[in-house]
Each structure stands twice: as structure tokens, then as C-alpha cells.
């Protein structure tokens, strides 16, 4: 009998489940995958390593202030030695035909940039901000509503309740509309994948959360993104807990009502493990796929109504050379091929991404052991890929479509970093059937559940599921996002524990 069990090893689990352990709890950690992390975990091939699911990370500078809460509740939880290397500033450039912006941090420098570089907006980027400020107010709102202890989220809704109201329901294409130059409302609205979902979909305060917590600077972990999991483990086994790998939960056991444990199968063998709480880190599709189809209809009704977001084609590039000297930056790239930022990838085997990211990690992280690399992410609608989806087998057909949609992205990347293309020695693509086997997300999606106005209001994604004893954690409770999905676990944790939510005061 374990105090917890949770189910999944991404930053929402371990944050979980290293929480718990710092109350003295004994918490089973169950991972699908030979490796932990989730979309934290890297890669190898040959010389190079990869990362799947952080480029750069929020809420980690030094500040005293939220801009720093992240790196407080790392070293609390971990060993203390996870650090973290800023990015150069400018860290984020966007590229349009013919023009090239650099988003700076804090708040104060980007207004600047963009008022020296559009002198004749200043009223729309002064309102701009005003917005983003007055939507993260309101997001906050929200977010206590949904996940909070119910007199937190009363004295939030008493400040807040208005405004939470008035913006939840306004996407960034409604907050874009004021803004009359084509190329300043594509710098301002450019980021989107950093959350997944276009203009038109995404909701104006997720858009103001996410960028907002940049202000703080942007930053990689040292060692690489493997190092969230290699510093939390050990707090968890260092109070009896244990995470195993390869070990998949095939169903959450409810008994009289309430969640009591789960039956994973391990290298061919079942089991069952019980425990007095069950925290879900899989997201609200697979966690309502593995409870009996009998319990809570309600909960399933309100699921069904909210969709898997958009996929991902990622291409994983090694160099052999001094990639700087040709030019690469530890700067992230965001190239669009017009000033309409709204379109997304619908043919990738007809037509070059509109939208590329593209980010140079060996640069980002002074501890890199490897040769040079380039991350190169293109957002794409998981329709492109469903005749495969769910075919157990990769298929000949499948292969052909990948190698194709691959040389066009090398191709795409090529022209658009010149110099740094004969230097390429290896490249490997990853698409929406790479995401779905290897953190089992459904449908391929980057970030879970589709990111929109609906999604911020659903009941469905409260860390209190309407099952007593399972609660949900991550990025499908608190958004997309390292920092996000991180918070995700801590609230599940704290919602078991109730003396955790002081530390989130850190
Ligand atoms: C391409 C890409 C780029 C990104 N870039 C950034 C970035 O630069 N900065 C940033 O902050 N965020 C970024 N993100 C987002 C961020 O990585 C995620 O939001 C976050 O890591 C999600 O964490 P999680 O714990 O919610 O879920 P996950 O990391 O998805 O973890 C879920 C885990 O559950 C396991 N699992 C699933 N089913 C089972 C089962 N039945 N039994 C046992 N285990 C199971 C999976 O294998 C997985 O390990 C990016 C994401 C992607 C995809």
C-alpha cells in the first residue's frame, strides 16, 4: 500500500510525486517509457543529443519575485543542483519577408523595441500591454477557480470575478484585430506554438500568461532537460518511494467510488498497486480511457466536448563544425513565410510550413557534451497523419510520407540558414505518431487538450477529478509548458497534502 501513486513521469509527475515526498509520503511512480521525463527526456544518435519537449524555460532567473518561483521550488525539491544558463537577449526573433524583429526581456526593453520600430503605433502597443497585463490578472482568476482550495478561489473571485469573465472568452485574433500594422501584429502575435494554437483559437490570457513569463528571461537547464528527472528521483526514493520504468497503468481501480489504486503491467506481467490517493499526469483523455467506462458519465460528457490540440513534425539536426561561427545563436528563431501568422500546416506533403521554430540548443546549454545541434518545429494539423495514427505497425506508406515531409523541412532549414547547411551530418524527423508512442499523447498533440476559450472554462480539467481519491495533474490542468505542467503537479500534490500550498508562497 503506497501513500500515492502516480501515473506518468513528465515534469507534472515529478513534481507530484518529489512534493509528496518532502511530506514523508512513499509514492509509486509509474512510466510507461524506459525513460523518465516525459517531454523533458533527451535523446541520443551517435555524437548528438537531442531534446524533445524544452527549448527554453520560464520562471527560473534569479529574482526574488514570481519571475524566480520556479527555480525556488526546483531547489527545494531537488538536490539543489539544478541550474539553469540564460539565453542570449534578444531570445526570441521573429522573420518575416523582409524583416527581422528580436524580442528582448524584461517588459520594459520589448516595449521600447517595438516602439523605435514602429514609432507611429504607440497608443496600440501601450493598449497592447495594458491588455496582456489585465489578462494575466484574470487568468489567474481563472486558474484559482478551477484548481484552488475553494476559500482561495472565493477571495479570487471576489477581486477578480469580473474580469475573469470579460477575457475568458476573448481569443488573440479579437485582441489582434486593434492592431492595424501587418508586421507588428505579427511580431505580437508570432509565439503561438509556444502554447499551440493559432490567433484565432487561442485564448488572449493564455497568450498573455506564457509570454508574460518571459519577462523574467529566458533560460536552459545545465546538462540539458534530462536533468528535471535526475534531480527529482531522488527525493522521491529518498522518503521509500520508487519510480519504475517500462511500466504502463493499464487501468485505475475504483472500488466503492473511489480511486484506490491501479493495475500496471510490467515486462508481460500485471500487477496491482493500491494507494490512498492516484495522481494522473497522463492527461484527461488517456486517464479517462483507463477508468471503467461506467464511472463518472458526467465527467466523460464534459471530456468529450474538448478535443486533442494540433501535432508537431520536429526535425532533430546534427552539424559537425562551429555552428556560432557560421552564425547560430543560443537566440530562437520563429520564420513565417507572410504576415499571416494565423495558418497552420495542412498539407505537409504539397506545401512548405508556413510557420517554422527553430532553435540551436548546443549553444543554449555550456554544459553540452555532444556535437552541435538545431531543433527545428513545425506546428501541424494531426489530420495530415490520421491514416496512420492508429495502425499499430509502421507501415512502407507512412515511412515515405516522413522521409518526404523530412527533406522538406532540411530543405526549408537550408534556405534559411545558408551557412550552416554544409555542415549538417545528420538529421531525423519526429511527427505525431513519434509523440503518441513515446508519451502517449493522444491524437500525436503537443500539448494535450486543444488550447482554447472553451478549455479555460471546462470543468472537465480540475486537478479534483469528480472520482474521490484520483486527481489530474501537468499540462492539461494548468497549461502547456515546463513551468505550467510543473505547477500542475505541485497543486495535485497539494490538494493531497494541503501543508504544500505554503510553499507555493516560495
Ligand atoms: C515539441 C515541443 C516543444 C516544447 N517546448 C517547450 C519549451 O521550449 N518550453 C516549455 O516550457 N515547454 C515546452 N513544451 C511543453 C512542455 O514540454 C510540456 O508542456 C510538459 O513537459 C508536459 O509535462 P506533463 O508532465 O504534463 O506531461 P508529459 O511530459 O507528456 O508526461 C506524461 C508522461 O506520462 C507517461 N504515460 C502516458 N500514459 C501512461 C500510462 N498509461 N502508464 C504510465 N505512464 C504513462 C508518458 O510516457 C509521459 O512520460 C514543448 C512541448 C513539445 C511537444
Excluded at 520560464?58 to 520556479?70: R, Y
Aim: proline share 6%; aromatic share 10%.
Amino acid at each position: 500500500m503506497w501513500d500515492a501513486i502516480v501515473v506518468g513521469s513528465g515534469i507534472g509527475g515529478l513534481a507530484a510525486a518529489a512534493a509528496l515526498a518532502k511530506r514523508s509520503k512513499r509514492v509509486l511512480l509509474l512510466e510507461q517509457h524506459t525513460v523518465p521525463g516525459g517531454q523533458t527526456q533527451t535523446f541520443r544518435r551517435q555524437g548528438w543529443v537531442f531534446a524533445t519537449g524544452v527549448h527554453y524555460v520560464s520562471g527560473v532567473g534569479p529574482q526574488e519575485g514570481p519571475e524566480g518561483q520556479f527555480r525556488r521550488l526546483l531547489e527545494w525539491l531537488g538536490d539543489g543542483s539544478l541550474r539553469f544558463a540564460p539565453c542570449v537577449n534578444p531570445y526570441d526573433i521573429v522573420h518575416l519577408p523582409g524583416f527581422e524583429f528580436g524580442i528582448p526581456h524584461p517588459e520594459a526593453a520589448y516595449r521600447a523595441a517595438l516602439h523605435g520600430r514602429f514609432p507611429g503605433e504607440g497608443a496600440a502597443i501601450d493598449d497592447w500591454f495594458h491588455a496582456c497585463h489585465e489578462a494575466r490578472k484574470a487568468g489567474m482568476a481563472l486558474m484559482a477557480s478551477h484548481d484552488l482550495p475553494a476559500w482561495i478561489a472565493w477571495g479570487f473571485r471576489l477581486l477578480r470575478g469580473r474580469q475573469a469573465d470579460r477575457w475568458s472568452r476573448h481569443t488573440l485574433a479579437d485582441q489582434l484585430a486593434d492592431i492595424a500594422d501587418p508586421r507588428l501584429h505579427a511580431v505580437l502575435g508570432a509565439r503561438w506554438a509556444d502554447y499551440g494554437a493559432p490567433p484565432t483559437t487561442a485564448p488572449f490570457i493564455e497568450h498573455a500568461l506564457v509570454t508574460g513569463a518571459y519577462d523574467g528571461g529566458a533560460y536552459y537547464p545545465v546538462g540539458g532537460p534530462a536533468r528535471f528527472a535526475e534531480s527529482l528521483l531522488p527525493t522521491v526514493r529518498a522518503a521509500g518511494g520508487e519510480c519504475r520504468l517500462g511500466a504502463e497503468v493499464r487501468q485505475i481501480l475504483v472500488e466503492n467510488e473511489r480511486a484506490v489504486g491501479v493495475e500496471v503491467v510490467e515486462g508481460g506481467s500485471r500487477a496491482i498497486e493500491r494507494a490512498e490517493h492516484v495522481i494522473s499526469d497522463i492527461g484527461l483523455a488517456n486517464t479517462l480511457a483507463r477508468l471503467d467506462a461506467l464511472v463518472a458519465p458526467a465527467w466523460r460528457e464534459q471530456a468529450s466536448r474538448l478535443a486533442p490540440g494540433l501535432g508537431y513534425v520536429a526535425l532533430y539536426i546534427g552539424f559537425e563544425g562551429d555552428i556560432s561561427g557560421a552564425g547560430a545563436t543560443s537566440a530562437n528563431h520563429w520564420i513565417y513565410d507572410s504576415e499571416d501568422i494565423d495558418r497552420v500546416w495542412r498539407q505537409p506533403a504539397d506545401e512548405d510550413a508556413p510557420g517554422l521554430f527553430i532553435s540551436f540548443p548546443s549553444l543554449k546549454d555550456p554544459a553540452w557534451k555532444g556535437s552541435p545541434t538545431a531543433e527545428v518545429l513545425a506546428v501541424v494539423d494531426r489530420a495530415a497523419f490520421a491514416t496512420w495514427l492508429d495502425e499499430p505497425q509502421l507501415s512502407n506508406d507512412y515511412a515515405a510520407f516522413k522521409d518526404w515531409v523530412t527533406q522538406r523541412l532540411l530543405g526549408q532549414f537550408n534556405r534559411h540558414f545558408p551557412t550552416l547547411a554544409p555542415m549538417v551530418r545528420f538529421y531525423e524527423a519526429a511527427t505525431p505518431l513519434t509523440q503518441r508512442r513515446f508519451v502517449r499523447a493522444v491524437g500525436g498533440s503537443m500539448y494535450g487538450v486543444e488550447m482554447s476559450v472553451e478549455r479555460q472554462s471546462s470543468d472537465a480539467l480540475r486537478l479534483r477529478t469528480p472520482v474521490p481519491g484520483l486527481l489530474l495533474a501537468g499540462q492539461d490542468v494548468t497549461g502547456p509548458g515546463v513551468q505550467a505542467a510543473f505547477m500542475g503537479g505541485l497543486m495535485a500534490a497539494a490538494t493531497v497534502e494541503p501543508a504544500l500550498w505554503r510553499q507555493l508562497g516560495r
